[in-house]
Nanobody
Framework: QVQLVESGGGLVQAGGSLRLSCAAS????????MGWYRQFPGNQRELVAR???????KYADSVKGRFTISRDNAKSTAYLQMNSLKPEETAVYYC?????????WGQGTQVTVSS
């Protein structure tokens, strides 16, 4: 089992920045890659960014150049640096970790971008 705890969400003005953190615990050595997803009200979760154990990254087109995902394996923590935030990016952001047999989710953290 893997447990994930997100932090760093909050209220920010449009154009501002936030840094989300995701601390993993439990069977951390089984984690292959980690990622961030977001969910808008009434919608499914969508991928924001992913990072593999070898630090290969993937981003949604809408966040490329503004968001950066990183991973500190020593601390079993993943980060999402979000710059130039837009009001339409107000959502609940979820951390995700994948092992060889299943995916795990954090509880989510609210990000609100005011105009």
């Amino acid at each position: 089992q893997v447990q994930l705890v997100e932090s760093g969400g909050g209220l920010v003005q449009a154009g501002g920045s936030l840094r989300l953190s995701c601390a993993a615990s439990g069977d951390i050595f089984s984690i292959n890659d980690m990622g961030w997803y977001r969910q808008f009200p009434g919608n499914q979760r969508e991928l924001v960014a992913r990072i593999t154990s070898s630090d290969s990254t993937k981003y949604a087109d809408s966040v490329k150049g503004r968001f950066t995902i990183s991973r500190d394996n020593a601390k079993s923590t993943a980060y999402l640096q979000m710059n130039s935030l837009k009001p339409e990016e107000t959502a609940v952001y979820y951390c995700n970790a994948r092992t060889g047999w299943r995916a795990f989710w954090g509880q989510g953290t609210q990000v609100t971008v005011s105009s």
